[in-house]
């Protein structure tokens, strides 16, 4: 079974801080997505990283596939109230069939 | 276009009893899944389907019962509820692409508590 562990756990942060957040695996994926889950809701997609060291950016949040695709981190700057909730990495595997998805940071910006 | 669309959004169950948790997307998309969502558990799956007629098992199945006879709807069966079964409950649906994992829709949610 393959696992996805992020940290931390819980993170609150001021309004205007930097902040990063991890999903780390001993596993290798083929692909990882990044998932933002607000109270009462599905999680909503925010971006898939499929090649080793890849970088994407989506306004002021930065995702990152680590070399080896067992890894990723997500850093998001100057973070906003908006930006609350729970931030779940999810792995591929090799056939993209199935997902596994890490076990959530749930992330408080203080206005 | 509704999307994915779960229905009930939420269930009390004794334990013993069957229920059927409903889940319906129009988007055409071959590949549906059920999730269960545990507090510092992430989500698991349960089952999941690649097209009409194809159902296969996930990381936690037992207990749980699916079948897929249209590409629309894609219920999910529990046949004798068990405590252990309260969670939140959450339908996926995507396209199959042959690059990388497509975009995973999720639905609201069903949340079932089971005494």
């Known amino acids: 079974t393959q696992l996805l562990e992020q940290s931390p756990q819980f993170l609150s942060i001021q309004e205007g801080e930097n902040l990063t957040v991890y999903c780390n695996s001993s596993?290798?994926?083929?692909?990882l997505q990044w998932y933002r889950q607000e109270p009462g809701e599905g999680p909503v997609l925010l971006v898939t990283?499929?090649?080793?060291?890849e970088v994407k950016k989506l306004k002021r949040l930065t995702f990152q596939f680590g070399d080896a695709r067992k890894d990723s981190s997500l850093h998001i700057t100057a973070a906003q109230p908006g930006d609350t909730g729970l931030y779940l990495c999810?792995?591929?595997?090799?056939?993209?069939?199935?997902?596994?998805f890490g076990t959530g940071t749930r992330l408080t910006i203080i206005p | 276009n509704a999307g994915v669309t779960q229905t009930p959004k939420f269930q009390v169950l004794k334990t013993g009893q069957s229920m059927t948790l409903q889940c319906a997307q129009d988007?055409?998309?071959?590949?549906m899944s059920w999730y269960r969502q545990d507090p510092g558990m992430g989500l698991r799956l349960i089952h999941y389907?690649?097209?009409?007629?194809?159902?296969d098992q996930g990381e936690v199945p037992n207990g749980y019962n699916v079948s897929r006879s249209t590409t629309e709807d894609f219920p999910l069966r529990l046949l004798s509820a068990a405590p252990s079964q309260t969670s939140v409950y959450f339908c996926?649906?995507?396209?199959?692409?042959?690059?990388?994992?497509?975009?995973?829709?999720f639905g609201p949610g069903t949340r079932l508590l089971v005494l």
């Open positions: 999810a792995g591929g595997d090799s056939g993209n069939e199935k997902l596994t």
């Open positions: 596993s290798v994926f083929s692909s």
């Open positions: 389907s690649v097209g009409a007629g194809i159902t």
């Open positions: 990283v499929v090649t080793g060291g």
């Open positions: 988007m055409n998309h071959e590949y």
């Open positions: 996926a649906s995507r396209r199959t692409g042959t690059g990388g994992m497509e975009t995973q829709y």
